[in-house]
């Protein structure tokens, strides 16, 4: 369960059958979302204010901001990623065997990007300068 930008809870079990993706890059995610929405691909927005305090903001205001990027996919309210109180679905993510990071788990930076399929397992983790859309390359093979 998590909370989605307006604070409702969310099961993540509703994502169960589709690809999903977590992840903030606005831009080009939009354009992801835009083309393999209809195919199956869910792409989950989780902020997080741990990195250089890029996310300050309250969700409300985090939302206005991903809308202005014309953001329709589902984003949810801010967490951290990392440390003690880090969301339980980020600790399960960088347990999985393909979630792990290079040096160390921890996550890096904003923008790091996991890929889970239909079946529910993380099938790549992406680094945060990875630009989204070397994604693309990869979903054939999960839509």
Not at 62 to 74: L, P, S
Request: charged fraction near 25%; charge should be neutral.
């Amino acid at each position: 369960v998590a909370l989605d930008i307006d604070g409702n809870d969310v099961s993540l079990e509703k994502y169960r059958g589709d690809v999903w993706k977590t992840a903030v890059n606005y831009t080009q995610l939009v354009d992801l979302h835009a083309r393999y929405a209809e195919r199956g691909l869910r792409i989950l927005g989780f902020p997080c204010n741990q990195f250089g305090k890029q996310e300050p903001g309250t969700n409300a205001q985090i939302k206005a901001f991903a809308e202005g990027y014309g953001v329709k996919f589902d984003m949810f309210s801010k967490i951290d990623v990392n440390g003690d109180d880090a969301h339980p679905l980020w600790k399960w993510l960088k347990e999985q065997p393909k979630g792990r990071g290079t040096l160390g788990n921890a996550i890096k930076w904003n923008f790091t990007k996991f890929l889970i399929n239909r079946e529910g397992q993380v099938v790549k983790r992406y680094s945060p300068m990875e630009d989204p859309i070397v994604i693309e390359k990869d979903l054939p093979a999960y839509l």
